[in-house]
């Protein structure tokens, strides 16, 4: 089990002063009538489980600005340690807040301007009529695809190359219905079930019908199935079909499942069914199926164990059905004359329950895993202090933002690169502190 196996690290804390502490909070009192509901639960489980639908709770908008989507920004590779988070407002426009290095924000600076990251929410320029978002690429209502910052977004003779652009550009592809990005990667679902990928094909994120390191848009060879109706996109690249499963490709381990190549440019299903959620980070993968969270990818620690010990999908222990897990890649840089690792920070995760609870486990430094403290969580633990329920959560390596069921967002950990979007600068906080959205 992938909470029995967290390795409690020691990590010494980042200089940033601390801007709240959580308060003092009285311990509930067990109901009289506890056993009766705990039975009266155990003889509902498999109805339930045979209903259950995998579906977070939804948004209803309490008051203007209205959050309905949040998302994770990326920089300018896996390496740069930028933080910063996007959501979808219910008027079809887009804000972003935290890390601006590689124009990720989205601000419309011109090519000679300094860029500065910025606590303080703000919409990206010339965006309308958004219907999703997958880090900083945007879908318009009818099908175009839009993107922002570092990523596979400049067409040339030689492919598609990475390029930086501080206002969306409009990527000239047929109408899309999804759209899912990395750092050199990206894919969409154009027409008729057609998934198509582009941009860096190092590990064969774009499969095996290219050699091109940099390639145009490639149609992906899936298997015969189902309709696919999402993407994720890391190291590898994941297509989520509409009957619950999941085709995988690109880096390995990654792929989630036994393969003699590394790479596996071959698209082919994994084992898990059911499966209604995915996230995918450079090296590290989580998905929901049947309300239960798997997560596989990279080794915990990098320099102990083999290459392949989290190849394959291993069950997360939480205290109820999750609807939605998000996780970080691993940081840090190997030095292979010392055999060290420095800066070495690892993994962790949050899940939201079927419930509307949110829980968090793993790295905590910053006070990210919402416990009060900075002391590496090893168990899904409940994170308090929010003032409704859940409906979606995304992770950084050291901050943690949850889109709340009322559209309002809270963040809480590090505030380094403003990544907490409250208007100040650093000051970390142990609390959710609420974003002030445009």
């Known amino acids: 089990m992938l909470a029995a196996s967290a390795v409690a690290l020691s990590c010494s804390s980042t200089d940033e002063p601390e801007l709240q502490t959580p308060a003092d909070t009285d311990a509930g009192s067990e109901s009289s009538d506890a056993s009766s509901e705990a039975d009266a639960s155990a003889d509902a489980s498999d109805a339930d489980a045979a209903i259950f639908d ?80 997958d880090r900083t690429c945007a879908l318009d209502k009818s099908g175009g695809v839009w993107c922002w910052g570092s990523g596979p977004f400049r067409w040339e003779e030689s492919g598609v190359v990475n390029a930086r652009s501080t206002s969306p550009v409009k990527l000239p592809l047929p109408p899309a219905t999804s759209v899912a990005r990395s750092f050199k990667t990206a894919c969409a679902i154009v027409g008729d079930d057609d998934v198509r990928c582009w941009g860096d094909n190092g590990l064969g994120q774009l499969g095996p019908t290219t050699m091109n390191f940099n390639g145009e848009p490639q149609q992906a060879e899936l298997p015969a199935g189902s309709p696919a109706s999402s993407l994720a996109v890391g190291n590898t690249t994941f297509v989520l079909r509409a009957d619950g499963s999941l085709v995988t490709w690109g880096g390995n381990p990654g792929i989630g499942r036994v393969s003699a190549s590394f790479p596996d ?32 990818g990279a080794r915990l620690v990098p320099t102990k164990g083999t290459v392949v010990e989290r190849a394959l999908p291993e069950p997360v222990v939480a205290p109820e059905p999750l609807v939605r897990i998000a996780t970080t890649h691993s940081e840090g840089k190997y030095y292979s004359f010392s055999k060290r690792f420095v800066g070495f920070k690892p993994y962790r ?90």
């Open 54 to 133: 995998g579906k977070p709770l939804p948004v209803v908008c309490e008051s203007k600005p209205c959050a309905t989507e949040l998302v994770t920004t990326l920089g300018a590779d896996e390496n740069d340690g930028a933080e910063g988070f996007c959501v979808l407002l219910d008027d079809g426009t887009v804000a972003c807040w935290g890390a601006n290095g590689a124009g990720q924000l989205g601000r419309g600076e011109a090519e000679d301007e300094e860029l500065f990251d910025s606590a303080t929410a703000a919409k990206v320029v010339g965006l309308s009529n958004v219907a999703a978002l």
């Open 265 to 296: 440019p071959r698209p082919q299903p994994i084992s898990l069914s059911g499966v209604t959620q995915i996230d995918a980070t450079h090296n590290n993968t989580c998905a929901i199926a049947n309300g239960k969270a798997y997560c596989w």
């Open 349 to 438: 995760w949050c899940g939201v329950g079927a419930s509307g609870s949110l829980y968090c486990w793993g790295y905590n430094t910053s006070g990210q895993a919402g416990t009060g403290d900075q002391e590496f969580v090893t168990r899904a633990t409940l994170v308090d202090g929010l003032p409704a329920k859940v409906a979606r959560v995304r992770t950084t390596m050291n901050s943690t933002c949850a889109l709340l069921t009322t559209g309002k967002v809270y963040c809480w950990g590090s505030n380094y690169h403003g990544q907490l979007g409250n208007g100040l600068n650093r000051g970390r906080s142990f609390v959710p502190t609420e974003v002030v959205l445009p």
